[in-house]
């Protein structure tokens, strides 16, 4: 059981001789203190019994306030539900519903987190969203449509600009956010998160996808802060019948055999962007569709035996595959630049220091945003009207292989932890049993 008693804490005396009390919340060798906004002479205080002298003038209304506040403290404790309530928690719920941190706060020690843990994908893309948040909260309904979205475009693009420049960081983002005490948990309501969908929609001009994704980022907040005792849970606006988070299942499509011969077959300059791009997406695509992301860090040391081993980035699962012939043919185009690639396969990271994570972050992502742009000329050049994308060489290995290899088997190729998922992703590319029943209906 925690210990709650009311403190001097002589550490912080003021200029005359005043000392602010506190509840002091303790258990299992923590303490959290509670500042209560009122200050005694240390001559007009009782230790022993934790309240104000005679001595003090207003002593009886002083230990009635002192005592409504244990009374409040001990009630947190009494009345959670959750036994395992910390002293950090206790003193957070003392604060009332909302609590004293703002969702930007909460927020930026979150993404603070991921950035130092190394996971600077989820922390860029959950730093997009504040500033998402950002314009929406300062967003007036009274100006034209169109210089509303200019105004967002010229802020990202400013932001960007600066960033190249080295006069802005992602770290100087994060810890603006931290001081911004613009947004409180309560104010996130319903009508709050309809708004902002619409906004979202309208002038940010996102998808569904992409608009639900953003709610679950904000849903999580809010478990965390309810978790700590930031926000009361009855202001939690996605429960019961309130806010559902629908999440979409878009089409996925993937190239045919035809498509992808079309691309193996493309003449290229060699060294050139287009030609390394080329290579790269096949690369993909033979080993299952790995992510571009992945195949820009592949590097020597990760093929022994006649096998490649790496770790997937998204999910840290290790794999290991055979090389496929037609993938040999390409890592053989590569092999006398071993020395001047800096280890790597593909020279879009040459240059990079190996133990600085951002830095190679930041080079595979200029990598990828490279590579998309070339496969739109390949794409062009082949005559291929789909979508030409780094992702897509995923789909189109889902495509080809239907439902010819064991899902089993897939869910070992794709990484995936769950069957269901991968049953779910090859759902899309599997289309004869629809085709079939089609026909009995139509060809009659």
């Known amino acids: 059981m925690a210990s709650i008693k009311v403190v001097l804490r002589k550490n912080m005396m003021k200029k005359d001789g005043t000392i602010p009390l506190a509840l002091r919340i303790s258990e299992n060798y923590k303490t959290n203190y509670k500042w209560l906004g009122q200050y005694v002479l240390e001559k007009d205080w009782d230790k022993v019994v934790g309240k104000a002298k005679r001595t003090h003038p207003n002593y009886r209304k002083l230990n009635n306030f002192l005592m409504k506040k244990l009374t409040e403290a001990n009630d947190v404790y009494f009345d959670s539900k959750d036994e395992s309530i910390t002293p950090k928690q206790a003193k957070l719920k003392l604060k009332g519903p909302g609590g004293s941190k703002s969702f930007f706060a909460v927020a930026a020690e979150r993404i603070k987190g991921k950035y130092d843990r190394g996971t600077f994908s989820v922390a860029k893309s959950e730093l997009s969203i504040l ?175 006649n096998r490649l081993y ?68 390949i794409a062009l050049q082949c005559n291929i009207e789909k979508n030409l994308s780094n992702h897509i060489a995923r789909h189109s290995f889902g495509n080809i292989a239907g439902d010819r290899i064991h899902p089993l088997m897939l869910q070992k190729l794709y990484r995936h932890s769950d069957l269901k998922t991968t049953l779910n992703y090859q759902g899309n590319f599997i289309h004869r049993d629809a085709d079939e029943a089609l026909d009995n209906v139509i060809n009659f």
Not at 164 to 193: H, T
Not at 204 to 211: D, E, F, G
Not at 332 to 361: M, Q, R, V
């Open 131 to 305: 500033y998402n948040l950002e314009e929406f909260l300062s967003f007036k309904s009274s100006l034209p449509k169109n210089e509303v979205i200019e105004g967002i475009k010229q802020r990202r693009k400013n932001r960007v600009s600066k960033a190249r420049k080295s006069e802005y960081s992602f770290l100087a983002g994060v810890d603006n956010f931290k001081k911004n005490k613009n947004l409180k948990f309560r104010d996130i309501d319903e009508a709050f998160l309809e708004k902002f969908k619409t906004f979202c929609s309208a002038y940010l001009n996102q998808k569904k996808r992409t608009i639900s994704n953003q709610l679950i980022f904000v849903r999580t907040l809010f478990n965390i802060a309810i978790k700590e005792g930031i926000v009361a849970p009855k202001f939690y606006p996605f429960a019961g019948e309130k806010e559902k988070i629908r999440i979409g299942s878009g089409n996925k499509i993937g190239l045919t055999i035809s498509e992808v011969e079309k691309i193996e077959a493309l003449e290229l300059e060699e060294y050139s962007s287009i030609w390394h791009t080329h290579n790269i997406w096949l690369i993909s695509f033979y080993f299952a569709g790995i992510r571009i992301s992945d195949v820009v860090k592949l590097r020597w040391s990760d093929f022994k035996d």
């Open 310 to 377: 790496y770790i997937m980035n998204k999910n840290e699962k290790p794999l290991s595959l055979k090389i496929p012939d037609k993938a040999q043919e390409i890592l053989t185009l590569y092999e006398k630049d071993k020395k001047n690639n800096n280890g790597y396969i593909f020279p879009f990271l040459i240059g990079t220091d190996s133990k600085n994570a951002e830095d190679i972050f930041r080079k595979t992502r200029n990598a990828t945003k490279l590579c998309n742009k070339y496969l739109k000329r």
